[in-house]
Structure formats: C-alpha cells, structure tokens
C-alpha cells in the first residue's frame, strides 16, 4: 500500500515537472535560454516540490512500517506468470420439449388412414380389425397426447407419472366397452394415467400404481412403434389395458421379473370382486434378444348390471353409483381366464429384425363349465432396406375354439405385407396389403347374409408424432 502512495506521488511530481518544463523537441528552438531568470525560478519551485515529497514519503513510511518481502512470484515477469482465468460459463444448449417442462416431456400423435376392402362390404366394415375398421373412407385412427416424467436414479429422481389422452376410432375399439367396463364414459379418452415409485431394494423395485397399457402380446397402442400398420388377430383379442398396481424388480442384466395386482382384463372400474394377477419374467440372453413370458390368471364374469339409460320397469328402486342405477346378477359366473403369453424379438443384424409370439387362452363360464380355448401364434420380421425404406411382414395362425375371439369355432389366417417410407422425420407413410382367411364363411361381403372365407385389404397410412420422448411410446 506505501509503494503505491510513493508511486502516486512520484508520478504527480514528474507530471508537474513536465508541466513546468515541457521537453525540447527535435528541431525545435527553446522558448527561453539557459540563463533565464524564469527557468531558474521554475527550478528552484521544482527542488521545493520534491522535498516536500520527500517528507511525505518519510513520515508515511514511518506510520506504516517497513514493507513486507517481496514474493517470488510477483518479482518474476509479468510473461512467465500463467495467466488464471475464470472457467467460461457453458454454451447454453437449445431449448427442447424436456428443458422447458423440467425433465418431463410433451408428445403429440396423430394417425390417419385410407383403407379398401375387396369384399365391399356392408358398412364398410373390416371384422377382427382393432384400428383400421372402415373400408373406402378417410379415417382418423389415433388422436393422442402422451405426458411423461419419468423416474431418473442416477440422479436421485425415483418418482415419476405419466398420462396418456387418447381419441378417434382406436379409442372406441379400446377403451370403454360396456361389455368390460361399467361405466365406460368416464375413462373413455384416459388410455394410460399412473404414477411409479422405485423403491431402493437391490438394483430397484419399479412400482406403478393406475391405468397402464397391457403388455400382454407383443404389438402396441401406437402405429408409429410396431412393424406393420394394422394389428394383429392377437393384439385384437388379448387385453388392451389394466387398473391396479404392478411391480417390476431387475434381478440382474438379464433377468427382470414382473407381478400385477389388477381390476380385471380392459377394466378401468372392477365389475366383480375378483382380483385378477399377473406372473412373467424377461430374459435378455444377449443384447440383441429379449423374450417375455406371462401367466394371467383372471375372472371376467359380472356380479353386477348397469343401466345407463335408466333401470327397466319392474325391477324396483335400484341403488346406483354417481346416478348410474345397478341390480346384482343372481348366482353369478366365476369361471377363470388364462392366459400364457410369450413373445420374442431378435435384433439379427443393425438392418434385419425378427419376433415371434405364441399364446393359449382358455376362459370357463362357471369353474366346471367345458373351456373355450384358443391357440396360436405369429411370426415377424422387418427389414431396412435404406436410411428412408424398410420393409415389414407378419404371418399369423390363430385357432377359435369355442368362439372365444371371433364368436364362431374357427380356424383364422391372416399374411400382411407393409412398405414404410419416411418422409421426414417423425413422419411416415405405411403402404400395406393384408389378407385375412379362415375355413368357415364369416367376413362380410356387399350383399347382407352372404359370407366369404376370405377378405382383402389395401391400406395406405399416415402417422405424424412430434416430442422429446424418446425410443417406445
């Protein structure tokens, strides 16, 4: 602090110095000889001036004592002493779907389609069908708004929800049958809403609790994640979705389990007592195959009756539920449902893909009642032909006994071919060709009462989706 007064004053003393005296340039003639009065004047002021800086500097001196050693360092030269700079603060990356909603991400789905039946059939309906279901018509298969935080461990996030708002002909197909559900208005458009906790217990115990999509069968609710366009007999008939909780537990790099607790197979409410469970296991042999397997054991029987549109004449003043009137079903059914499921996919090569599924079915009406069973299985395999093209198949067999799916004891083929073009990212169109046969006259045909073995159907399909969720919806 002293060597920066003295510096001070010594710099105030030359700069007046100066000022007294300004410096002879090159060339220039002096204002004033040597012998001038007036610069021996300005001479004389100049010696005063610095000895009172002298005096200064000596009784400063002596209020702050000696200087303190000079450090090594800073004796060096300036050039040697490495300059330290503040870390730049980083880049800030652009804002995505994720950033602004803190981790969540907000995705949006949209799938339409045109689809010809060669039967031209009456209605224009396409049967076993569970999206494409109309024939010569522009439809709207899938509206969908899929919300989602979900749990992030490594960075001590171990919660998470997701909801998924769902609308157009799929809908209908899936969600709110009267037939499953009591109340099915209610929950008509909520296709997926449940929260997860992973508890920390070993490598973390997965837990969800509310409506999550069905991961019975190999194939999906969103077109944009499955091989083909339209869904198979097996994605038609096994359960579309589930209330309840269920728990996935990683025992290690291959091997998970799974276990459901469940309000029934496509119930949002409960229409009996009955809790329905699930068993199954995912084996990951190597890193290029994955199979499932899943015992589903339930009761599909109602205890109860609705009437939406009013309770009949002569059955009294019936409770009712949110001013829905309800009668119990007198000795009701309690036969059980199972269900084995397995499914298999076999990442062959970065451009060639394979999976097989195979399921068996059986339901009674009451527990000693003969079973209705079904059998059967599928086979695919998708193939990427370049950056923009791939190329898809399924062949299924499936074996109605009873009725079970169709209604008819039936034996039920089905050969789909699809081509899948990318136009631009997240957008896709799907041209596919699909034919559906079994051995007993069931698809409708354009005259009413007369049916074929047999129909044909060429579907062109667009699916556009937008959001940072990534990989599976």
């Known amino acids: 602090m ?11 003393a030359v700069s007046l110095a100066i000022g007294l005296h300004p410096p002879v340039l090159s060339g220039q003639v002096p204002a004033q000889p040597a012998d001038s009065p007036e610069l021996s004047r300005q001479v004389t002021e100049l010696k005063a001036l610095v000895e009172k800086l002298q005096a200064r500097v000596a009784d400063l001196e002596n209020r702050v004592g000696p200087a303190p050693p000079v450090n090594a360092a800073a004796a060096r030269p300036a050039e040697a002493i490495p300059a330290v700079t503040a870390p730049a603060p980083p880049t800030p990356e652009p804002h995505s779907g994720s950033d602004l909603l803190h981790g969540a991400t907000f995705n949006l789905l949209l799938d339409g389609y045109y689809g010809y039946n060669f039967n031209a059939p009456i209605g224009r309906a396409n049967l076993l069908r569970a999206y494409d279901v109309t024939s010569n018509g522009f439809s709207l298969n899938q509206a969908a708004v899929v919300t989602e935080s979900a749990p992030d461990t490594g960075n001590g996030k171990r919660w998470g929800v997701r909801l998924d708002l769902q609308f157009g002909q799929a809908t209908e197909t899936l969600q709110g049958n009267p037939a499953n559900e009591p109340r099915p208005d209610i929950y008509r458009n909520i296709f997926q809403a449940y929260g997860t906790y992973v508890v920390p217990v070993g490598n973390g115990i997965t837990v969800d609790f509310g409506k999550w999509a069905s991961s019975i069968g190999l194939e999906g609710n969103y077109t944009k994640d499955q091989i083909n366009y339209s869904r198979s007999f097996w994605f038609t008939f096994l359960p579309f979705y589930h209330m309840g909780v ?16 469940t309000n029934g197979t496509n119930q949002t409410e409960p229409f009996n007592g009955f809790k329905d469970e699930l068993w199954g296991v ?43 009137p309800f009668a119990p079903i007198p000795n009701p059914p309690t036969g059980h449902l199972n269900i084995i499921d397995t499914y298999l996919t076999w990442q062959v090569s970065p451009s060639f893909q394979m999976a097989f599924e195979g399921d068996d079915e059986i339901e009674r009406l009451y527990r000693t009642s003969p079973p209705s ?30 009725g079970l799916f169709s209604g008819v004891t039936q034996a039920l083929k089905e050969n789909t071919v699809t081509l899948e073009y990318k136009l631009v990212d997240n957008f896709v169109a799907r041209l596919e060709w699909r034919r559906d046969a079994s051995n007993q006259p069931y698809f409708l045909t354009t005259t009413l009462g007369i049916l074929k073995k047999e129909q044909n159907t060429a579907t062109v399909g667009l699916v556009w989706w937008f959001g940072s969720k990534q990989g599976i919806w």
């Not at 269920?246 to 607790?261: G, I, P, Q």
């Open 282 to 324: 995912v084996l990951q042999p190597r890193k290029t195959i994955d199979w499932t397997i899943n015992y589903y054991m339930g009761q599909e029987h109602p205890d109860s009756m609705y009437y939406p549109n009013g309770a009949p004449a002569g059955l009294g003043n019936l409770p009712a539920q949110q001013g829905v």
């Open 373 to 402: 069973h079904t059998i059967g299985g599928a086979v695919y395999a998708r193939y990427q032909v370049a950056p923009k093209l791939a190329f898809g198949v399924r062949s299924e067999y499936l074996s109605d006994r009873g």
């Open 246 to 261: 269920r728990a996935n537990a990683k025992v290690n790099d291959w091997l998970s389990v799974n276990y459901w607790v």
């Open 2 to 12: 002293l060597q920066r007064k003295t510096s001070l004053l010594f710099f105030a």
